[in-house]
């Protein structure tokens, strides 16, 4: 079922790694055009030209856009009373570990009376986008709305695909999870046309701009972030699901098997990858999955991920080529079940979230982990962090000087400044000390 990938005689530098790390065949960039002509619509024609991509795309045209009040207050009410308080400790793990990610503000004296300020301002408002599609994700309602809320944010808007199911409604679960966070101002849009009207507003909606858009979704979803970067932030551009195990003869085959179908049940794109020295165990993890894969209930989908181009059991010298390999593939999540997991760790550098021990799997973090399950993906995690407060958060300096302080370095700017040939920066400060 899985592909293997056997570098136990082989040394590649770190160029040959990165083409040799599997991955799906996800090209962003083709999905553009049409990304472009429906945001354009959307700011052309507001909220008729988001009910029709919703008749089209999501096979059912929403009664309204704007999610009413009350039909929030009904969702919470009727969560089943075990979902209800798994999103309630969900929400409170995410809140306490999410507050360690909000730097403190400090003050610098350079002499007297020179002062630089360091401050951590939130944006005023953002944008939160949930997928419909195979699941429905309550839970990503919990890890996009709680990181923005604890950084300060004041104005919350959530958008998710109506739901031919549902009447065009969007779905009730997310609806009462975004009940539960506070959350009055949700809009039953999806695709790139939501991403559209997040970033421009919508005007026959009352719908303002946003200055942050979040949440993960399909290609056009992500081609739709690329486009309107340049108009509002964004958290990332979020692809298929991966995980990367990197394991050693001491795992448990059962469990190392069960982890990687857990993330290939997500999507047909899904990548579910291990990285071992041990060949037994590599054997012995493919008649698990193979087993496994039999009886889960996405077991079409299943097959699909692990059978792809982007899934494989990679076979190592040692645990040292495993976490090169591993660098070079950067996973969105990475497990380590090995004897001396945390002797692993510290030869990690790139990965979204990082899941010691054999107790610590990847299903933890996707609820109740109290980290955050949105992270980057196609490599991502080797420049870019996963979701947090900082996501809405902008470091500001404040510099204060009094005449004194000035003076003593009045010299040196005008030094400078005639340097560079911009005299009138250093006149802008001798000119505060002409009589």
Do not use: C
Request: net charge negative; aromatic share 4%.
């Amino acid at each position: 079922m899985m592909r293997s990938i056997d570098l136990r005689d082989v040394q590649p530098s770190r160029s040959e790694l990165a083409r040799l790390v599997p991955r799906a065949t996800v090209d962003v960039s083709v999905a553009s055009e049409t990304a472009a002509e429906l945001i354009a619509d959307v700011r052309s024609r507001g909220s008729l030209a988001l009910l029709e991509q919703a008749e089209r795309l999501d096979g059912v045209r929403p009664e309204q856009i704007r999610v009413h009040a009350d039909e929030i207050s009904a969702a919470v009410s009727q969560l089943l009373p075990e979902v209800r308080d798994a999103l309630e400790e969900a929400i409170d793990r995410v809140r306490t570990a999410t507050h360690a990610q909000v730097p403190a503000g400090t003050v610098t004296d350079l002499g007297a009376g020179a002062r630089v300020i360091q401050r951590w301002q939130p944006v005023d408002r953002v944008g939160l986008y949930v997928p419909g599609g195979k699941a429905v994700y309550p839970s990503s309602v919990v890890m996009n709305v709680v990181p923005a809320q604890v950084a300060g944010v004041s104005s919350v808007a959530l958008a998710s695909p109506p739901q031919r199911a549902f009447g065009g409604r969007v779905h009730p679960t997310i609806l009462g999870a975004a009940g539960l966070l506070g959350i009055d101002e949700v809009y039953a849009m999806g695709g790139a046309g939501a991403i559209g009207a997040f970033a421009h507003g919508v005007a026959d909606l009352d719908l303002d701009p946003v200055d942050v858009i979040t949440g993960p979704g399909n290609v056009y979803v992500a081609a739709a972030k690329r486009i309107v970067r340049a108009t509002t932030g964004i958290d990332s551009e979020a692809g298929p699901t991966e995980i990367l195990v990197i394991a050693d003869a001491t795992a448990d085959a059962r469990l190392v098997a069960a982890d990687l179908i857990s993330q290939a049940e997500h999507d047909e794109l899904a990548a579910a990858v291990l990285v071992t020295d041990s060949p037994e165990l590599a054997a012995a993890v493919v008649q698990e999955v193979e087993r496994l894969a039999a009886v889960t209930a996405h077991r079409d989908r299943v097959a699909t991920s692990l059978a792809g181009p982007q899934s494989a059991i990679v076979l190592t010298r040692d645990l040292g080529d495993a976490a090169a390999f591993s660098n070079a593939y950067g996973p969105e999540h990475l497990e380590i079940q090995t004897a001396e997991p945390g002797a692993v760790l510290d030869l990690v550098d790139n990965a979204g979230a990082v899941f010691l021990g054999a107790y610590s799997p990847v299903s933890l973090g996707d609820y109740l982990a109290g980290s955050n399950h949105v992270l980057p993906t196609g490599g991502q995690s080797r420049f870019s962090s996963g979701l947090g407060a900082f996501t809405f958060l902008r470091p500001q300096q404040v510099v204060s000087y009094d005449r004194a302080a000035l003076e003593a370095v009045a010299d040196r700017i005008v030094a400078l400044s005639t340097a560079e040939d911009l005299p009138a920066h250093g006149a802008a400060v001798t000119a505060r000390f002409e009589q």
